[in-house]
C-alpha cells in the first residue's frame, strides 16, 4: 500500500476541514452580522445553547425553538398549527440561510415568538453558526 505524500495529507486535511455547506449567499448573511455585531466570529455552542434553552420572555406556548423545530435538527419539525418544518441543519438542507428577507423574518417571527423580543445581531450570527455546523 502506497502512503500518501505530505502535500497530499495536507490538502485532504483542508478539505475535510472546509465546511461541506458553505454558500456564498449563506456567507454573504453571516458576514453582514459579524458587522453588525462587531465581531469577527460566531459561537455555534453559544447558538446551540440559546437555541436548546427554555425560555420565559416570549408567548407561553413557545418558551424553547425546540418547541416546534424538535432537537433532532436534522429531520423536520412541526409548527404550532401542524404544518411542517423542513430540517434546519444546513447539512440536510444546504438551501437553509440563503434569502436574507427569509432569514431576518423568521428571525424576528421566532425571537419574538420564543423570547418576546427580537434577536440580536451576535444571537443571530451564534444561532446560524450553530445550524451551519449541523
Given at each position: 500500500m502506497k502512503i500518501p505524500s505530505k502535500p497530499t495529507i495536507l490538502a485532504l486535511a483542508i478539505i475535510l476541514a472546509t465546511p461541506l455547506a458553505a454558500n456564498p449567499a449563506r456567507d454573504a448573511i453571516i458576514n453582514a452580522l459579524k458587522q453588525q455585531a462587531g465581531v469577527s466570529s460566531f459561537s455555534a455552542e453559544e447558538g446551540k445553547a440559546l437555541f436548546l434553552a427554555t425560555h420565559s420572555g416570549g408567548k407561553p406556548e413557545t418558551p424553547s425553538c425546540t418547541t416546534c423545530h424538535g432537537t433532532n435538527l436534522k429531520a423536520g419539525g412541526k409548527t404550532r398549527a401542524g404544518k411542517p418544518i423542513e430540517p434546519m441543519a444546513v447539512s440536510v438542507n444546504p438551501q437553509r440561510y440563503t434569502d436574507p428577507a427569509k432569514?431576518?423574518?423568521?428571525?424576528?417571527?421566532?425571537?419574538?415568538?420564543?423570547l418576546g423580543r427580537e434577536c440580536t445581531p451576535l444571537e443571530k450570527g451564534n444561532i446560524l453558526a450553530y445550524l451551519s455546523s449541523l
Open positions: 432569514v431576518e423574518k423568521w428571525f424576528r417571527r421566532n425571537c419574538n415568538s420564543v
